[in-house]
């Protein structure tokens, strides 16, 4: 059973930074990739970022590129996404996710992955 378990979520001001973790177990294969996702109150779930489990690409959506950076350790499960700069609208519940994407070997589209964590709260705010 593929269980994922994020952390680091907060309160932080416009300017400050965060590091999410994500934790996964059961995991069916190392070459699945990892994805950062948020929802917003009233709105719908929005691809952040993913890291690729074949060749460890990165890919970011438009709005937090050049300000959230993906990251993986292999030896520990673990997903991480450092969030620097962080404003307003980065207000969210994030969380992970992971699936074998049909074979593809990224996306940022929700409805491609299978498995999710149970999410962590982001509140940048002064």
């Known amino acids: 059973q593929v269980q994922l378990v994020e952390s680091g979520g907060g309160l932080v001001q416009p300017g400050g930074s965060l590091r999410l973790s994500c934790v996964a177990s059961?995991?069916?294969?190392?070459?699945?990739?990892l994805g950062w996702f948020r929802q917003a109150p009233g709105k719908g779930r929005e691809g952040v970022s993913c890291?690729?489990?074949?060749?460890?690409?990165?890919h970011y959506a438009d709005s937090v590129k050049g300000r959230f950076t993906i990251s993986r350790d292999s030896a520990k499960n673990t997903v991480y996404l450092q969030m620097n700069d962080l404003k307003a609208e980065d207000t969210a519940v994030y969380y992970c996710a992971t699936g074998d994407l049909r074979g593809r070997i990224w996306s940022l589209a929700w409805d491609e992955y299978d498995y999710w964590g149970q999410g962590t709260q982001v509140t940048v705010s002064s």
């Open positions: 059961g995991f069916p294969s190392a070459n699945y990739p």
């Open positions: 890291i690729s489990g074949r060749d460890r690409s990165t």
